[in-house]
Each structure stands twice: as C-alpha cells, then as structure tokens.
C-alpha cells in the first residue's frame, strides 16, 4: 500500500506528491544500538558508527499550482562525515537522543535554524546502511515556514539547495557506476538545481518512488 500525505498547512492542493512508496509508522526509539555505550569507550579507542537520521524534507512552493520543493544541502567541505557532498539534512544520534525525532529535531535546527514546531514527521523509509556499517534511517517529513527562516550553519553546511519533488521521480533517475575502494559499484543519479544527487541519498529518493496524481 502506498502512502498519501494528509491535508497540511501551508501546502496547497497538489503541491505535495500523490503519493510514496516504502512509508511506515516512524520508530520511537533508536533500535539495536547502545548510544550510552558510546561514554564506555576508553579514551583513545574507535566508537562504534553510531546511527544516523536525515528527512526528506518537503517545504511549500514559493507560487501556487507548482511543486513542494525538497530541502537539499551541500555540506560543509571543513566539517563532519561526507564533506562537501549534496544530501538530505540530519545527522548522528547523540545519547539524549531517545529516537529518530529528536535527532532530526535537534538537527535541523542546528544545521538550519528549523524551529521544531513547524515540523510534522510523516513516518520512516527503509534503513539504508551507511560505508561505515551504521544505520541510516530516513523520514518523510513536511515544514510549513518560508525561506528566510532557514539560516544555515555555515561550518556544517554548506548550501541549500531547494529543489522540485518533480526532479526527484523515479522517472528522471539516472544510474553511473563508479569504483570505490577497489569495488566497482552502481548508483541512482538525479541531476537538480545545478548538482548531482548519487550514492546513500539517491537511494532513499528512488526508494521513496514519488507520484503525483494520476500515476
């Protein structure tokens, strides 16, 4: 069965997709991993990857009768894991972090100043697992604010990048192959707003097979 959004402020009719694949309810807590383990690590020794939560985050359209547009940044080339690389906001767990929402919560407003009462959490894609082993777990999830309340953090992030759900369909997926660490692999690609979207993220937006009305 495919997921159709609710009716959302801020969000005129049509704005959003029709409908998604591969939604379900969101976790509630951080599965099959200890965060508080991470404080048992002597000083000096490698921590377990710890689980990371990224939204694919719809905000309204800046004119009526087009598409929702998806929260895309660059992130910072001198901060964090994937540096410089285009992706969906959010970041790892941290131990007060009881699950998945109150990483993103605590994420987005520290990376993009997105207070979190504008934030409706719409339920979870598949787990993807990250190059390091951990967990990454994406959420579906609308805002209703403007553009001039996202104010990015400009040593985590490097752009925004606001970008038409309309690019991200499957129909306008592209796929390259690349080698990486000696492996030969093969990727989703989407071209938008002037960059590439490949790797992880490309795989949660063709996961998510976004639809408009009639398809």
């Known amino acids: 069965m495919r997921f159709s959004f609710p009716i959302v402020d801020g969000f005129p009719a049509g704005a959003l997709p029709e409908t998604l694949a591969n939604v379900n309810p969101v976790m509630s807590r951080w599965s099959t991993l200890s965060l508080e383990g991470h404080r048992m690590v002597p000083e000096g020794?490698?921590?377990?990857?710890?689980?990371?939560?990224?939204?694919?985050?719809?905000?309204p359209p800046l004119i009526a009768g087009t598409p929702a547009d998806v929260l895309l940044i660059r992130r910072s080339a001198h901060y964090g894991s994937h540096r410089g690389q285009i992706g969906l906001a959010g970041g790892r767990a941290e131990v007060d972090d009881a699950g998945p929402v109150d990483t993103l919560l605590r994420e987005l407003r520290e990376e993009l100043g997105i207070p979190g009462e504008v934030l409706?959490?719409?339920?979870?894609?598949?787990?993807?697992?990250?190059?390091?082993g951990s967990m990454v777990l994406a959420?579906?999830?609308t805002a209703n604010l403007t553009r001039d309340r996202i104010k990015a953090a400009p040593d985590e992030v490097a752009s925004v990048h606001f970008t038409p759900w309309t690019a991200l369909t499957n129909m306008k997926r592209e796929s390259f192959v690349f080698t990486m660490f000696g492996v030969r692999r093969e990727s989703a690609l989407y071209?938008?707003?002037?960059?590439?979207v490949w790797g992880l993220t490309a795989s949660i937006i063709t996961a998510a097979d976004m639809l408009p009305s009639g398809q």
């Open 45 to 59: 020794q490698r921590k377990p990857p710890r689980h990371s939560a990224v939204a694919l985050l719809f905000i």
């Open 120 to 132: 409706m959490f719409h339920g979870q894609l598949p787990e993807r697992r990250a190059i390091d």
């Open 139 to 141: 959420c579906v999830v």
């Open 191 to 196: 071209r938008v707003d002037g960059v590439t």
